[in-house]
């Protein structure tokens, strides 16, 4: 069972920065793509990033530049280094990833950016 847990969430001011952690339970996090997700409050859930097994990477142009997604598969870990935060990326984030056809989920954690 594939079981995803997010960590690293909180509040911020804007300008400011903060990393999230994802880390994989089973054994599937070295051949498998991994993404983070967010949904801010009244909108639909949105791609921010994702890394290959390969390493390549896609951001979504709101997010280009200013976060970096990376992942360690000796620690089973994907990690979203988010810099120069905005107040419109406040938003749960969620961890996914996508085996035999079926996606997978964190809970979420909630990075919320003011003053």
């Known amino acids: 069972q594939v079981q995803l847990v997010e960590s690293g969430g909180g509040l911020v001011q804007p300008g400011g920065s903060l990393r999230l952690s994802c880390a994989t339970s089973?054994?599937?996090?070295?051949?498998?793509?991994m993404g983070w997700y967010r949904q801010a409050p009244g909108k639909e859930r949105e791609l921010v990033a994702t890394?290959?097994?390969?390493?390549?990477?896609i951001y979504a142009d709101s997010v280009k530049g200013r976060f970096a997604i990376s992942r360690d598969n000796a620690k089973n870990t994907v990690y979203l280094q988010m810099n120069s935060l905005k107040p419109e990326d406040t938003a749960v984030y969620y961890c996914?990833?996508?085996?035999?056809?079926?996606?997978?989920w964190g809970k979420g954690t909630l990075v919320t950016v003011s003053s």
């Open positions: 996914n990833t996508y085996y035999r056809a079926v996606h997978y």
């Open positions: 089973g054994s599937i996090f070295s051949i498998c793509a």
């Open positions: 890394i290959t097994t390969g390493g390549t990477k």
